[in-house]
């Protein structure tokens, strides 16, 4: 027989007569139909009368309490579910929006406790119980609106009222013991003083406590097996949110002034947000992720906002591990460990909004509790769902999922019958978990999807735990070699180990037969970063992944397995290490299939899975670099060039004069005074435009040209390059030809050398120079006069008189010659002519346009026809050439 889960659905019509949306509760089977198909599918409950006819009657009364006549629409009924999850035990529904009073409509809200079979057990009305006024309606106790929160377990009933005092917010708790002639023992907020450590001391009007509500054991000094910590979530609390402390003791004497009082601790100790509208505190959750014996406390905060370079995330949720001790009266503030932060990538996923806890779902031998985080406006507004396992402490905590759940309207319409074109939404807005549903030994989750109208039972397959791991931990790879090889000189040997963990819930044994081989055993070796290349293969394989079954009576012993490895003789990376990755996986890996609606559940047992983490061991090997006892190689590598023959300036810049065959030649020294540097390297820019590609001159050593690009030549100088080396070489750069060939044009160089080591000393390792060419050319210039002798006479004109230019005189021609003798070609030459135009009257003017053939000249110093005579027919060019 399986259980039975309690689905709430807010606004569903409640079937009583003159009601609206005011919600219903179903309980339905754990079964392979999925639509209402009688008795198999989901049935509604009547958990708001004692006598089941009422419901058939208009809203009057509930229980004995008058009802506004309008009081049960959109009461939300449902909006709250919960159970203790143990047989026998107890469940709640609650109906924070119910209105009570005919003529003041109190929004009190209300929770129905129900037995195992779902009848009612009693109805909690909190804020109507003496000493909580509520004349003054939402300012006071008005308007509580019981029910937005709520928790149960075996003898443990919590319930949030965020509405009280206008808004404050409270919680109030109902202790039901295990002897049935004892009395239940109350404990709430509303109405304690803030002198008696009243929340009110503390908190003040909107802060909404109650806003979620759990307990737990942590390690506070007052704890033990009858005294435990009611939390809850404050979530506008200073506008970031907090997680309130709330001791709930059962020693008070029944009856006393204080015995039902529910305050903060004497310190008022609480956990707060950090960001404003984050609304830290809106989900929180309580499990014992370790073992240790004492509660964690998991809390959402879904509308935090992080944006970096690592990407954009909506929503987080903080995990605060106990310090796994009872702490002393005064030590309330190290009960916790500082949190972990665990973030939902994608700006409006909202994750965070659902937190539950699951129990050990894989099964592990730790016993380690695992959690489950709802991000239902992922994806689109899909939703999604994170599972993550427990952990030792935070740092050991993965916080990469063991598994993500992302519905789509494919996958759905093969078992829910949806509208063309639908899709599932708001997966995860919901969860529920800790309860093993078909009784295979792990736990399920149940997930809610609101704006589907859908619930999704995601039930567990059993989990193997393996283990694998290889046994090198202290191996170094030798870069010298080994001869053992013949494809390469440097081979080392890997040892990989599988074994089975026969300790978990079900034995390993029952769900796979380790008489075979059963698993497949990868060896691969992966890049380490992007970037980086894998720079190992497999001998097996001669490649870098290797195949083989394995398993078989590794529930009995670990399968060990040696392999060899080799390094290519290409490699030149010899500081990165290696990365492996040894992996296994079921050989028969086959996936169960979703019945047909109203088919037979599937059983899981024959499914099983392996634990994601376990089934693989991703590990680095580290190159034997022969640099220390700690393996990091710190080279001291220092540049030291000169410029031969080149004089230098006061300004730092260097002269030379070439001719046309000269070059700059650059000597360089580079010595390494530290230990070992790999892949070391000189890099040097030039003017590309001015300088040939160099040449390089070496004595020896091991120099030599790598490669060219713009601007840009790079040399190898070892690799490694030896302690205490020095290399002696010199490049030479032939001015270049037919390119700008400017005249003065300083060459600019920057050398700089550098290595995959660690650079001890980086203020050596760069050179910059600029070097002022002098490029030596002769210009001669000749210039004749056409005719060479010009004789004036006649009658003399005014500048009124004239007409045209034969009244002004008789024509010269000037030709201008300019010759470059080498040996360099130049630019940017300027010729300037100067003439005698006028002394008080013009004697010459120039009445033709001049033809210039050069590449710059200056046209404004030219007084071109200033008196704007006609010309004739014929026109003659002052040319200059």
């Keep these: 027989m399986f259980y039975r889960i309690l689905v709430g659905a807010p606004r569903a019509e409640s079937g009583q007569p003159g009601t609206e949306q005011a919600g219903a509760i179903f309980s339905c089977p754990l079964t392979a139909t999925y639509t209402n198909r009688g008795s198999e599918w989901c049935q509604q409950q009547n958990v708001e009368y004692a006598n089941a006819e009422d419901m058939k009657r208009p809203v009057g009364y509930v229980n004995g309490r008058q009802l506004h006549f309008q009081g049960k629409n959109r009461q939300l009924l449902g909006s709250v579910v919960a159970s203790s999850g143990v ?94 002639f004892a009395m239940n023992l109350d404990r709430w907020t509303m109405g304690v003083e803030p002198k008696a450590h009243g929340i009110r001391s503390k908190l003040q009007a909107h802060d909404y406590l109650g806003y979620s509500v759990r307990h737990g054991r942590f390690g506070f000094w007052y704890e033990d097996s009858e005294n435990s910590t009611i939390v809850s979530g404050a979530t506008r609390y200073n506008q970031r949110g907090a997680v309130i402390f709330l001791p709930f003791k059962r020693g008070y004497a029944p009856g006393s002034a204080t015995s039902h009082q529910l305050t903060l601790t004497e310190d008022s100790f609480m956990l707060f947000g950090t960001q404003l509208g984050s609304a830290f505190g809106y989900a929180i959750e309580v499990t014992d992720l370790n073992n240790d014996g004492f509660d964690d406390l998991l809390v959402g905060a879904p509308f935090e906002y992080t944006e970096n370079k690592e990407g954009s995330f909506g929503g987080a949720v903080y995990i605060y591990f106990s310090s796994g001790q009872q702490r002393e009266r005064s030590e309330n503030a190290k009960v916790f460990l500082k949190p972990l932060r665990i973030r939902g990538v994608g700006v409006y996923s909202q994750f965070g909004l659902s937190i539950t806890r699951l129990g050990n779902i894989d099964g592990d ?30 740092d050991e905590l993965k916080t990469e999922p063991v598994q993500a759940s992302t519905i789509t309207v494919d996958e759905l319409a093969k078992v829910y019958p949806v509208k063309k074109g639908a899709r599932l939404r708001t997966f995860g807005f919901s969860l529920s978990g800790g309860v093993d549903l078909d009784k295979n030994g792990y736990n399920d989750l149940v997930v809610g999807a609101f704006a589907s109208d859908a619930v999704a039972i995601l039930r567990a397959r059993p989990v193997i735990n393996i283990h694998t791991k290889h046994l090198e931990t202290d191996l170094k790879v030798d870069i010298d070699g080994d001869s053992s090889c013949t494809r390469d000189a440097q081979t080392f040997y890997i040892t990989t180990d599988l074994s089975v963990d026969s300790s978990s819930s079900r034995s390993s044994h029952q769900l796979l037969n380790f008489d075979a081989d059963v698993f497949q055993c990868t060896l691969e070796v992966i890049p380490l970063n992007v970037g980086v290349g894998t720079r190992a293969k497999i001998v097996a394989s001669n490649g870098e992944k290797y195949i083989w079954a394995c398993g078989r009576n590794a529930n009995i012993k670990s399968q060990i397995r040696k392999h060899h490895l080799y390094i290519p003789k290409k490699n030149s990376d010899w500081i990165n290490p290696l990365k492996l990755r040894f992996s296994v996986k079921i050989r028969d890996d086959s996936t169960p299939e979703m019945p047909a609606n109203g088919g037979k559940i599937v059983d899981l ?19 034997n670099k022969k640099c220390g006892s700690d393996n990091i190689c710190t080279c001291d590598l220092h540049l030291q060039p000169v410029l031969p023959g080149i004089s230098k300036e006061e300004d730092g810049t260097y002269v030379t004069q070439v001719g046309e065959k000269a070059s700059i030649d650059i000597s360089f020294v580079v010595s390494n005074n530290g230990e070992r540097a790999y892949e070391a390297m000189l890099f040097i820019e030039y003017n590309s ?27 190898l100088l070892g690799n490694p390059m030896e302690p205490n080396k020095k290399l002696k070489f010199e490049l030479s750069f032939k001015l270049a030809r037919g390119r700008t060939e400017g005249l003065g044009k300083p060459l600019e160089f920057r050398a700089y050398v550098n290595s995959t080591s660690e650079e001890k000393n980086l203020d050596n390792n760069d050179w910059e120079a600029v070097v002022r060419v002098i490029k030596r050319a002769e210009l001669e210039m000749t210039a004749v006069s056409d005719p060479a002798i010009v004789r004036f006479g006649g009658d003399i004109k005014g500048e009124s008189a004239m007409e045209f230019d034969e009244d002004i005189g008789p024509l010269v021609l000037h030709k201008y010659t300019i010759t470059n003798k080498g040996p360099w070609s130049v630019t940017n030459v300027t010729v300037q002519v100067c003439q005698h135009h006028q002394t008080g009257k013009y004697t010459r003017r120039t009445v033709a346009h001049i033809l210039l053939r050069l590449r710059h000249s200056d046209k404004e110093r030219y007084k071109l026809r200033p008196l704007h005579l006609a010309l004739l027919t014929w026109q003659h060019t002052l040319a200059m050439l």
Aim: glycine residues 10%; charged residues 20%.
């Design 689 to 715: 435009d001015e300088l040939d590609v160099p040449v390089l001159s070496k004595k020896g050593g091991s120099v030599n040209l790598k490669g060219f690009s713009d601007d840009l030549a790079i040399l």
């Design 365 to 394: 031998s730790h016993k380690y509790n695992d959690f489950a985080i709802g991000a239902p406006f992922a994806n689109e507004g899909k939703g999604e769902v994170y599972i993550y396992h427990g952990a030792k402490s935070p």
């Design 605 to 623: 047992n024959k499914f099983p899975v392996l634990n994601k983490f376990g089934s693989e061991h991703t590990f680095n090997v580290p190159f």
């Design 87 to 180: 047989p026998n035990g107890i469940a709640m529904a609650c109906a924070p929006l119910v209105r009570y009073h005919n003529t003041s409509a109190y929004t009190d809200g209300t929770c129905f406790v129900l037995e195992s079979d779902l009848s009612q057990k009693e109805m909690l009305v909190s804020c109507s119980q003496p000493g909580l006024p509520r004349t003054d309606r939402h300012n006071e106790f008005g308007s509580c609106m019981e029910g937005f929160s709520g928790y149960v377990d075996d003898s443990l009933v919590i319930t949030g009222l965020p509405g009280a005092k206008k808004w404050t917010g409270g919680v109030f708790s109902r202790y039901y013991p295990k002897d049935m």
